[in-house]
């Protein structure tokens, strides 16, 4: 892994073709009928509050979406960003007659123009698949995107040695995850959270620990800011 220099370009999260149009009937599939009940316990333990204001970064099909608007009701707002057409598409079939819940198409790696108006910001198996320069840029988004003491939450892979996993872990993230997986399992996000300004940690594990729930609030910023 050391030495070997990553790109954008090898990256698998622009997700598209028939992976894109069959997206959640795979993670089903794939996950041997796992992921349907684990996405469901994940949104639980997400603690979306009534009323709440959640930007959805990398939104994919909708399917996270409709969950958190169960607790948030009509009196929330759920703000999808996403690029995909085919994403886009099932996104807006699946949400269609739920006003508080909207897509926008724009990328979550460059600038956006939110500021302080969410009180939730979530990534969801997104972060992962972009270089760490990209990384910084979202999570440079999602702070001034989110009012102060606001929460980010990042369910994705946990930190940990993939060298020490289990050979079903080493084959999934080496032979069939994005390239760039690895390089973020590597780092530490609670570090790289706390250099853009989170803090007040709370993790949930799944999976044996691979998969992680990361919530963290929007604090000050230090001197130097990232
Ligand atoms: C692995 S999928 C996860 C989808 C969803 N968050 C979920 O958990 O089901 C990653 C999603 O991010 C979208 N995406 C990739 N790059 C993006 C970008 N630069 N801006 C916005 N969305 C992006 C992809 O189209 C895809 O829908």
Same mark, same amino acid.
């Given at each position: 892994m050391s030495g070997t220099v990553l790109r954008q370009?090898?990256?698998?999260?622009?997700v598209t073709g028939f992976e894109a149009r069959y997206y959640d009937t795979l993670m089903n599939l794939i996950t041997l009928g796992w992921y349907p009940s684990f996405i469901r316990k994940v949104i639980a333990d997400l603690r979306p509050r009534a009323g709440e204001r959640i930007l959805d970064m990398g $939104? /994919?099909?909708?399917r996270n979406a409709l969950l958190m608007h169960a607790y948030t009701g009509e009196s929330g707002r759920i703000v999808g960003l996403e690029i995909g057409e085919e994403m886009q598409r099932q996104f807006r079939s699946k949400t $269609? /007659?739920?006003?508080s819940i909207r897509l926008e198409d724009r990328r979550i790696d460059e600038a956006l123009s939110?500021?302080?108006?969410?009180?939730l910001v979530f990534l969801s198996f997104v972060l992962?698949?972009?270089i760490q320069e990209k990384r910084e840029a979202i999570l440079r988004n999602a702070y001034r995107a989110l009012r102060p003491g606001g929460r980010i939450a990042i369910l994705d892979y946990a930190n940990f040695d993939v060298d020490e996993a289990p050979g079903w872990v080493r084959f999934a993230i080496?032979?069939?995850?994005?390239?760039l997986a690895e390089d973020f399992i590597r780092r530490d996000t609670k570090e790289i959270l706390t250099a853009h300004g989170f803090g007040e940690f709370r993790e949930e594990y799944y999976l044996l620990g691979h998969i992680r729930l990361l919530v963290a609030e929007r604090e000050e910023k230090p001197e130097g800011d990232v």
């Open positions: 370009e090898d990256s698998k999260v622009e $939104a /994919g099909t909708g $269609a /007659g739920i006003p939110y500021e302080e108006e969410f009180d992962h698949g972009f080496r032979r069939v995850e994005c390239p």
